[in-house]
């Protein structure tokens, strides 16, 4: 599958044009690829990460493109084939392909809230009679990208705990964004979908633009916790390099205004440092079947 990489010409102008004076010395790697896994479709993706790139551009002179790979084994080709840099993924994909990156500057995100672990939420509406994962058997349920611990890793293990297979018992659409998956249940698209957990008390005003009315959905059920995601480089960038998006990334204040509204898009508070241990024994804690 072709690989995706955002090329909006206004967004790349601006990337390109890096301050007098803060250019990076020749074979730095000044010009950088950041790949996002996707939680959200790739116009959504770009919105949320394009406030980030600005920043990384100003704070550190480098020019960063963002790359929305569409699945796990195109991902995995790109980092082998040295076309990205750094990547910011859920905790499966890194404990898969924690090999290939440098461990040794790892940043882990943390959620809105504050706390360094996400989940998913099943939602219905209220008026559809279903307060039970088991209730949805044989009916359409929207899980999000399959590159999502929360919306499809977290959401599996949720319904086969329930006692129901997804790849046999109900059918499955695999959605994007949270917005979209909240919509198709709101019109009766589909009977139940599958989001992360912030998203109907944080985003309220999101879901009212799209004609969501959060009073509408139900929340019947919820994953087990995950780890929030984690911004790693691929073994051979240099380490100056690296380092230098590491600590513009750990010098975002979400009590700084202008920094702050660049977090919030991305939906995520901050990053803080964490060892491959730490970052490996969290996901074993939480959800040991991350590993399978």
Known sequence: MTRRVLVMAPALMMLAAVPAGSVPAPG???NLTLAVLPCSNIETTFRKFYPLLTYLKGATGFSVTLMVPADLPEFE?????????????????????????????????RALNG???QSGVVVVRRDSGVTDV???????????????????VAARTLFE?????????????????????????????VAAGVICDHFLTQHEARQKDLGVDPASLLVIARTAPF??????????????????????????????????????SAEIRGFLRVTEAEYLAEVARSAPRVRR
């Open 28 to 30: 730095s790697g000044s």
């Open 77 to 109: 080709t790109l980092i082998r084939n040295e076309q990205v840099d750094f990547a910011l993924q859920d905790p499966h994909t890194f404990v898969q392909l924690a090999r290939v990156f440098d461990r040794s500057n790892l940043l882990q995100t």
């Open 115 to 117: 706390t360094t672990t």
């Open 134 to 152: 088991a209730q949805l058997r044989g009916r359409t349920v929207m899980f999000g990208p399959r590159t999502s611990t929360p919306k499809w």
């Open 161 to 189: 705990s329930s006692g129901i297979a997804v790849d046999r018992d109900v059918k499955v659409l695999n959605g994007g964004c949270c917005e979209d998956i909240a919509f198709a249940v709101s019109v009766r698209s």
């Open 227 to 264: 780890p929030t995601r984690v911004f790693a480089a691929r073994k051979g960038v240099p380490a100056e390099t690296a380092k230098a998006i590491a600590r513009a990334l750990l010098r975002l204040d979400p009590a700084v205004p202008e920094q702050a509204r660049i977090l919030s």
